[in-house]
């Protein structure tokens, strides 16, 4: 059985205010979940605490090998004031099969669902109230031991940030223009494409970079074997 969840709650000492256009990512909320894992206790310490700064050594193994896995889901406010969050379980289910593959220690998916909604709750002043707007929801897994040998991690951290979002796109909601890329591949049969994990999102750098240089917004991907599939 899990712990029950801590709180450190910091008190605004005024209201929040988003800005009329919130643009992607660049906002966070005021407290994060975080927990802890050890092969000793598994997962402990669910905590919602105040976001901060994570200290960290320069060898933590993340940094070097990417034993991470993340998600990115959604919270909205309905026109009734109701808060719904959109198929968290599947997300949380899709993290474990990213885990899985990169050998990071599964999360409990029930806990996770009430411990989301409590992080929710407490920052529910940070979801936006206009059409086309969200709270995004940003759970990371990382490797968090101090060793520079390839091998993985024995101990983790899960922290889920918060961030009111419009449009991902500078176009907003219109249509984007996309390229298809036969230049590069992002993913091969059998490797790490079906994970959402730091290498895949990598990959993906240059050719979207040369693909905003040619006009366009995104990239369609191929397959990695005959490049005649979209991938």
């Known amino acids: 059985m899990m ?26 909320s005021d407290h994060v979940f975080e927990m ?34 993340f ?11 109701n808060i719904v969050i959109f198929r968290a379980d599947k997300h949380f289910e899709r993290i474990n099969n990213s885990s899985r ?3 990071i220690p599964e999360l409990d ?10 992080l929710v709750y407490v920052e529910r002043d940070w979801i936006p109230t206009t059409k086309g707007e969200a709270l995004y929801i940003r759970p990371f897994i990382y490797g968090g031991d101090q060793f520079l040998g390839v091998g993985p991690s024995k101990n983790y951290k899960l922290i889920i940030l918060l961030s009111p979002v419009g449009a991902y ?12 890329q ?5 993913a091969v049969r059998k490797g790490l494409g079906e ?10 750098l240059l050719a979207g970079e040369e693909a905003i240089k040619k006009g366009f917004t995104q990239v369609l991907w191929l397959d990695g074997i005959e490049q005649k599939y979209i991938e």
């Open 3 to 28: 712990e029950k969840i801590s709180y450190n709650i910091k008190e605004r000492t005024s209201p929040v205010e988003l800005p009329e256009t919130l643009g992607f990512g660049k906002i966070f």
């Open 71 to 81: 998600e990115g889901l959604k919270a909205f406010r309905q026109t009734d004031g």
């Open 182 to 186: 036969d230049d590069y591949v992002r």
């Open 169 to 180: 796109y500078p176009e907003g909601f219109s249509p984007v223009k996309i390229l298809v």
């Open 195 to 204: 994970c959402k994990t730091p290498a895949n999102y990598a990959a993906s």
């Open 36 to 69: 802890d894992y050890s092969p000793e206790q598994g997962w402990h310490k669910p905590a919602i605490t105040a976001i901060n700064n994570l200290p960290m050594h320069p060898a933590t193994m993340f940094i070097h090998y990417g034993q991470a896995v």
């Open 109 to 118: 998916v029930d806990f996770m669902l009430v411990a989301l909604k409590e």
């Open 101 to 103: 593959r990169i050998c």
